[in-house]
Nanobody, 129 residues
Framework: VQLQASGGGLVQPGGSLRLSCAAS????????IGWFRQAPGKEREGVSC????????YYADSVKGRFTISSDNAKNTVYLQMNSLKPEDTAVYYC???????????????????????WGQGTQVTVSS
């Protein structure tokens, strides 16, 4: 199983970026993809997650109303549209997969990193003027 994250870069405050996470090498229809981020000196934070078959989504309070997660199941790709970016969004963003995901469970459990057992490489997002 492989996860390939892309789309990071340098953007000014208030700008937008779209991250992509392409997954390959698996057969299950029930899985969840999550975006996590880690800034220097800070703990890893769950940003947003989506269930592949039920479409359930989770957003951290810090990104609600600014970030949108979506999936293209035909392409096994999950996107994170990030708008109104702030300097505090600067971090390395990782995508990860939970292949033990139970549809409907995200509304109860949220998006804890401990559930995500397959990780892609990170992509740097820098928000600066």
């Amino acid at each position: 199983v492989q996860l390939q994250a892309s789309g990071g870069g340098l953007v000014q405050p208030g700008g937008s970026l779209r991250l992509s996470c392409a997954a390959s090498g698996f057969t299950t229809d029930d899985y969840a993809i999550g975006w996590f981020r880690q800034a220097p000196g800070k703990e890893r934070e769950g940003v947003s997650c989506i269930g592949s078959s039920d479409g359930t989504t989770y957003y951290a309070d810090s990104v609600k109303g600014r970030f949108t997660i979506s999936s293209d199941n035909a392409k096994n790709t999950v996107y994170l549209q990030m708008n109104s970016l702030k300097p505090e969004d600067t971090a390395v963003y990782y995508c990860a997969a939970d292949f033990d995901y139970q549809p409907g469970s995200m509304v109860v459990t949220g998006c804890p990193a401990i559930f995500y057992n397959t990780w892609g490489q990170g992509t740097q997002v820098t928000v600066s003027s």
